[in-house]
């Protein structure tokens, strides 16, 4: 870093006015991509770095974005992190995690902080928007806030989504294309959209198939381990225990798959298992598990751009991005035994 490099030396490099170098790093609508990148990159080679507290004065921002999920422990969210963080710090961001718990007080205290001024921006992963709050009523433009993967009803917000119902139907016609047709499902937390939507492609699914869904065969969790295993107690206590199951994310699938152990079951000789999200430790596991892969870095590098897309006045209008999904298959099925 040189603190004798100046906005007139990275003008020179990279072939423009100092008024667009302004521009560019501070991310102004007025530059387009091709001339702010270019920028940037004179900016990275002269090793030049602003003067954060003046820039922020000047410019009134605080070059601050929130990454608000609902439980921090939870490894899904590392890759999307690195995803967000990447794209934030290329645009001289820093990047906030906030960490709500399922606690609606600090839902709205990260909400606070955005009207507040201490973060420009927020990529909203929990599913929940306060009722009312007033960074959402704005005069004009949208907020400055991307939904990613938890979608919210009747929302007028920007959103990077997956097709949990496509994908859902696809995990469990792998089932049935094995021969099972006992195939329960352990739901994520209902009713929220993303839960509804998994168990909508479940039981598309098995209608298609022409497969009844015995009553109690649809589970309710909360995406923790321990909500696997104890969804996973209920199916198998029955008298008609299910020989597949398809699991709303890959922690409950582990939850289940320890529970079945524990009833000296093997997987997937006795009961296939399907999660959900393919977390990285997912092919590592005893046996791998079978999965549904959503491109977490892509997803957080794809919310970030956005959401710097909205703080620049480019995207002023609210836009779905769907990012695909893939069925990786592991060892965690096999075909049923009869």
Known sequence: MSSRTKIKDIARVAGVSTATVSRALSDSSLVTHATRDKVREAASKLNYRLNVRARNLRIQKSMA????????SNPFYLEIFKGVEAVARAAG???????TEDDDDRDIEYF????????????LMTGKLPADHEVLQTASGMA??????EAVDDCKLAHIQIDNCTAAKQAVNHLVSLGHRRIAHICGPLPEILGRLRLEGYRTAMAEAGLDIPEGYDPVGDYSIHSGKECCRQLFDREDPPTALFVANDEMAFGAIGELRRRGLGVPQDVSV????DLFISESYSPPLTTISQPRMEIGQTAMTMLLDIIGARLTDPKTIEMPTELILRESTGPVIQ
Request: glycine share 10%.
């Open 65 to 72: 974005v929130l990454l608000v999920v609902r439980n921090m």
């Open 93 to 99: 961001y820093v990047l906030l995690m906030g960490n």
């Open 274 to 277: 399907i999660g959900f999200d």
């Open 144 to 149: 400055p806030i991307v939904v990613a993967l």
């Open 112 to 123: 606070d902080m955005l009207r507040d001024g201490q973060a420009d921006g927020m990529i």
